[in-house]
């Protein structure tokens, strides 16, 4: 659980529509400059909801940025297709939300759903430790 910590820091900075999609411009331009014809940006959209946004207001600011960064990476000689992976935080409040925001844009630059987070407690993937009762 020790290593969720580190993302309040980075997870802080990014909690509002252009921060996100500053992000996600700037790893999909820095991916294209590597090399990288095609990258997926896995990460946790209920993690930024701290300053007003929604799950879908989050998901469209990556996407919006992913768009710019790479109009950017082509415009550079660099194409380049990225794609969003959603994913659900096992270790929260158990909800199928994630999967349908990943169901919702599914054409619309998601390319995925994942659980991830604590395995510690959570040994069958699962969103709760099994009943010790």
């Given at each position: 659980?020790?290593?969720?910590?580190?993302?309040?820091?980075?997870?802080?900075?990014?909690?509002?529509?252009?921060?996100?999609?500053?992000?996600?411009?700037?790893?999909?331009?820095?991916?294209?400059?590597?090399?990288?014809?095609?990258?997926e940006?896995?990460?946790?959209?209920?993690?930024?909801?701290?300053?007003?946004?929604?799950?879908?207001?989050?998901?469209?600011?990556v996407r919006?940025?992913?768009?710019?960064?790479?109009?950017?990476?082509?415009?550079?000689?660099?194409?380049?297709?990225?794609?969003?992976?959603?994913?659900?935080?096992?270790?929260?409040?158990?909800?199928?939300?994630?999967?349908?925001?990943?169901?919702?844009?599914?054409?619309?630059?998601?390319?995925?759903?994942?659980?991830?987070?604590?395995?510690?407690g959570?040994?069958?993937?699962?969103?709760?430790?099994?009943?010790?009762s």
């Open positions: 659980m020790r290593y969720l910590e580190t993302f309040e820091h980075t997870v802080a900075a990014m909690q509002t529509a252009p921060h996100l999609a500053r992000v996600a411009r700037e790893f999909a331009v820095d991916q294209a400059a590597d090399g990288v014809v095609y990258a940006a896995r990460w946790a959209p209920e993690q930024h909801l701290q300053r007003g946004l929604s799950l879908e207001g989050a998901v469209e600011a919006d940025g992913l768009a710019e960064g790479m109009r950017e990476a082509a415009a550079a000689g660099n194409p380049i297709v990225v794609r969003q992976i959603v994913t659900s935080m096992r270790h929260a409040e158990p909800t199928l939300a994630i999967a349908e925001l990943a169901l919702a844009y599914r054409d619309d630059s998601v390319c995925g759903f994942d659980i991830a987070g604590a395995e510690d959570f040994p069958h993937g699962g969103s709760r430790p099994p009943s010790t």
